[in-house]
């Protein structure tokens, strides 16, 4: 298992305990990919491809090989213009002006464990993992530039990661335009469907699936964020793949900015899954001596369905990006002041908030936006990150301490990317921003985006920061940041480097985020960008939740977390209970009903509770001490989709936790129909010769409940549900 090499043979076997990926050099030069999928063993396969001869349009590279042409041959990591016509995975720009790059086989290096990226977040190896890293080394010897192509393969996981490295290690610049992580071309196979998490704000990660046809589909941001439009994650189903059954080959990029995703099938058959950064506001000027990094891609093939995909993603997730004191502890129990008081608060308000949370078990105040600076709508006042001692006469630390007093802690919001053009700080410094000279700098919600690229910026924004988080005793921090890129362009960048500003933004995001978490390591850091429009790996290896998206009606929040946990673990998943109507979508849904979808993740309420009702008071309170009983199994444990909220008129998922013995099932039904039956539903995973008991005493084996399956009540109303609890007696 891990990484082997066959010296005759020339072919590289990469294997995970379900998993075999496997590549072969082809005349001592040519990387030829063979095969990515179920474990299979490989001492019969003389060649892991077939090479033959076809049609003068695929032309041959090799002057005496006729059976050679890059247009029918599965590629590892294509290059540009040499006869191969799909998408290359990188392109370069030559210092005579060329394009065309042939690095060929040179060597390559085995090791155990993994080295991280410096300056980029990765999925990470412990001593005891068994984890190999395989490196090979391609080389243009015309330019000196050497492609680096890395493979982890963590065994026990199921999972390789991919990424590549270019050096220049000849005397003119290179110039990098186009540098994906990984490239995958399936031989002769087109009849895949497409996956991807798509949106917008307030509506993230919802499930499209089409078939590829015979063409080419990209799957992309091109926001300079991971975004609310699309996750950066693409997977090819098999055919007649379910939640349960069927084949998935998985991609999802370790990255927070502009991506892309593509897959594309020739005329042969052969399908090409690629996965990167955007080559929109990309570029890199390679100097000599000098190398550059992708971001990391984590490859997922599951033969047990999407829940068998998510399962690998989910546990590789939190046991090998997520880091620091919080990766396994259950989290605190929220509430925002956001959705109940927007920027209209003072210091009593929040103390009345902080005085009725406690009386319900909640464990932790959060406030947010409005706190600092001149900043009483959104029209200013970001970058002025010092305390509005108007609303907050005795600072942070009067409120902090109040919290801690009645047993809660306290949390704060930030936005340290943006700055207000009317803030002190723009005063200061109007060229901190990303702006090209001479044009309009085009605002969205007010603001302007603060150069990240700058170290002059981030060492503003660290000390701004850490004097804030040192002034009261603040446990939790949410870290937001509300638009998208326009005029990307630095004032400290060359001309010829401007279209480095946008990844050198990213870099530099993640070089202070680095910081401030290292500097503050038990504080509970969670990632927002506007809800959901920046959920993904690259933000969690810094801060281990988000919040999940700004729409917090309860079955618009079905769909969201539901495509969301494709890939991430409900404890990553900010879920809050708020107020009705809806103030999204002016939705009425019942109390139970938000507080189930909210409790399927990790929970937190954003309402007014003042205004709540002495009986709804109890029933949250009811609700807190139920979380707090399945708490570690919502976090901590497996996760699992039952009935799809796309496809029917209800909604169920369960959980079950890390030690088998607790499950606990929800189900939600939509739109209340007459003449309706008791719904039934048959659970999953579930040890078929254990004894399960529910609340109510009844016992029932595995067996029973994954085949006969388990009643439950009768449903009344529009958006309905309800929450079972079992314990494994057996
Ligand atoms: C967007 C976030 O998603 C909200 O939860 C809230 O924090 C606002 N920003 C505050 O401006």
Redesign the pocket.
Known sequence: MGVSFNQDRKQFHLSTINTSYLMEVVLDRHLVHGYWGKRIHTPDLKCFVDLYEVCSFSPNPEKNHKSISFDTMPREYPDYGRSDYQSPAFEVRLEDGSHVCAPVYKSHRIYKGKEGIEGMPSLYACEDDVVETLEISLVDDLFGLEVILHYSVYEAYDVITRRVTFVNRGNGSIQLKKALSANVDFYQNHDFELMNLYGGWARERHISKIPIGHSTHVVDSKRGASSHEQNPFIALLGPKTTEHVGEVYAMNLIYSGSFMGEVSVNSYGGTRMQMGMNTIDFEWDLLPSTSFDTPEVVMVYSHEGLNGMSKIFHKIYKDRLCRGHWQDKVRPIRI?N??AT?FDFDEQKIKTLIDESANLGIELMVL???WFGQRDS?SSGLGDWFVNKEKLPGGLEALADYANEKGMDFGL?F?PEMVSPDSALYKKHPNWCLHVPNRDRSEA?NQLILDMGRADVRNYLFSALSQVLKSASIRYV?W?M?RNMTEVGSAILATNKQKETSHRYILGLYNLLDKITKAFPDILFES????GGRFDPGMLYYMPQT?T??DTDSYERLKIQWGTSMLYPPITMGAHVSEIPNHQVMRMTPLHTRAYVAMAANLGF?LDLTKLSDEEKSVVKSHIDQYKRIRKTVQLGEFYRLISPYENNCTAWMFQSKDKNQVVLFYYRHLAKPNDLEPKIKLHYLDPEGLYRLEDGQQFYGDTLMNFGLRLPTMTGDFDSVMVILDKVK
């Open positions: 925002n956001w959705e927007y947010d936006d409005g959104d919001w936005e919600r949410k937001d509300n927002c960008s506007g809800g919040w998206s700004d954003e």
